[in-house]
């Protein structure tokens, strides 16, 4: 993978000054443990004292070290807006000190910072020809969407009752029709089951395909979403900050969407899925999303630090 040069670094740092993020997610705990290993602890106040008078000015700066206690919340009881305060005058002499605190968005965009001086932060884009490897970190922009599998589910789930009234108005068997309808309800609570298993826990997967048409698989733990519906999420362009978790060549085995549900050892659901996705969609009365449940190279897996605008 190609890393950023030191010397693009100066233009890079400069504009990340002039461009400050929004966070949507923002995972603290990997954040605090970068910047600790990086820095040799962890700086979150920031001491300034300026002295000033009438013929000539210098200022100085320290740091101060303020410990975790392992939790965000524990931090964020530094009131974030303080500044404390003192002034001095004596003649023309006049020297003032503040505390300056940081956030967690501000601690991210120093650890952004930290990895480029440190030359471990790859930029990966169109014109890389090798994947990345597991075990990078990358810095992506990437158009996000929800899982294929939650998709197709969620579609199938509001199509199928509809696609069986359907069927039962043109047959004219009573008996027929009602076995066609008890199909039809034991394979929505297959679905429903299928998508709770998905999205139980507090990870869940979000897909996208990258401009050089390698797919990636982003899992985000809900707890550090700053939506937990992830509206402002979904079909939305970010930067995404993380580690690669695996690599997929075109003759590795493909990563399996519906690994987190004990169906995933039954390849005949989806296989019926497929075909009932493929009927639906030939009919023309529909739109269903395709029944994808691998995913094959080129592709790459991403633990995300953090996504931001």
Do not use: C, W
């Amino acid at each position: 993978m190609k890393k950023i040069s030191p010397s693009n670094f100066a233009v890079e740092n400069f504009m990340e000054k002039l461009r400050p993020i929004i966070p949507i997610y923002l995972n603290q705990n990997y954040v605090f443990d970068l910047l600790a290993m990086l820095k040799d602890g962890l700086s979150t106040v920031t001491s300034v004292t300026e002295t000033s008078n009438s013929e000539t000015s210098s200022s100085g700066e320290t740091q101060g070290n303020v410990g975790l206690s392992g939790t965000l919340t524990q931090l964020l009881k530094i009131d974030l807006s303080a500044r404390r305060g003192n002034s001095q005058s004596m003649g023309n002499e006049q020297t003032s000190t503040q505390e300056r605190v940081h956030t967690t968005a501000s601690m991210l965009q120093s650890l952004r910072q930290e990895l480029r001086e440190e030359d471990v932060l790859s930029s990966y884009g169109r014109a890389q020809t090798q994947l990345p490897e597991a075990g990078e970190l990358v810095e992506i922009t990437a158009i996000l969407k929800r899982n294929p599998v939650i998709e197709l589910m969620d579609t199938m789930i509001g199509i199928v009752p509809l696609a069986a009234q359907f069927a039962s108005s043109e047959v004219g068997n009573k008996k027929q029709a009602a076995l066609q309808q008890k199909e039809a309800k034991e394979l929505l609570n297959q679905m429903n089951s299928v998508r709770e298993s998905l999205i139980q826990g507090n990870t869940i997967d979000l897909f996208s395909e990258l401009d050089d048409g390698t797919k990636a698989i982003v899992t985000v733990d809900q707890r550090y979403l700053d939506d937990a519906q992830m509206a402002n999420l979904i079909d939305g362009e970010y930067r995404i900050l993380g580690k690669v978790s695996r690599s997929i060549t075109q003759t590795d085995a493909p990563l399996n969407l519906l690994r987190k549900a004990s169906i995933s050892k039954l390849p005949i659901f989806m296989e019926a899925m497929k075909e009932m996705s493929d009927s639906l969609r030939q009919s023309g009365e529909f739109t269903v999303p395709e029944a994808e449940h691998e995913l094959e190279g080129p592709a790459i897996h991403i633990l995300p630090i953090a996504i931001f605008v």
